[in-house]
């Protein structure tokens, strides 16, 4: 069974730096490309960043340069390193691992087929 179990999200101020992590559990981690999105209230889940199974990385616009997307394969571990936070951040965060071994990294949401239960990350103004 797969699991992907979401950590670290909490309520910050416009400006501060935040951390996520995402431990992964019954697949075979480092094979998998793996992804973050977000969802705000009212809003549907938007892509965020994500890794290939062999670490090239891509990022939505809005976080580009803000964010950092990493992987530690001997730990089953995704991490979002999120820098000089704003607002428009707040939202859900959910990874997610990709449909299928290896491969190229798609940002379609249907190419994703495994979710965890989400991190609620709040950044007040």
């Known amino acids: 069974q797969v699991q992907l179990v979401e950590s670290g999200g909490g309520l910050v101020q416009a400006g501060d730096s935040l951390r996520v992590s995402c431990t992964v559990s019954?697949?075979?981690?480092?094979?998998?490309?793996m992804g973050w999105f977000r969802q705000a209230p009212g809003k549907e889940r938007e892509f965020v960043a994500a890794?290939?199974?062999?670490?090239?990385?891509y990022y939505a616009d809005s976080v580009k340069g803000r964010f950092t997307i990493s992987r530690d394969n001997a730990k089953n571990t995704l991490y979002l390193q999120m820098n000089s936070l704003e607002p428009e951040d707040t939202a859900v965060y959910y990874c997610?691992?990709?449909?299928?071994?290896?491969?190229?990294?798609?940002?379609?949401?249907?190419?994703?087929?495994?979710w965890g239960q989400g991190t609620q990350v709040t950044v007040s103004s």
């Open positions: 019954g697949r075979t981690f480092s094979a998998y490309g």
């Open positions: 997610a691992s990709k449909r299928g071994m290896y491969g190229v990294i798609s940002r379609d949401i249907r190419n994703w087929d495994y």
């Open positions: 890794i290939s199974w062999n670490g090239i990385t």
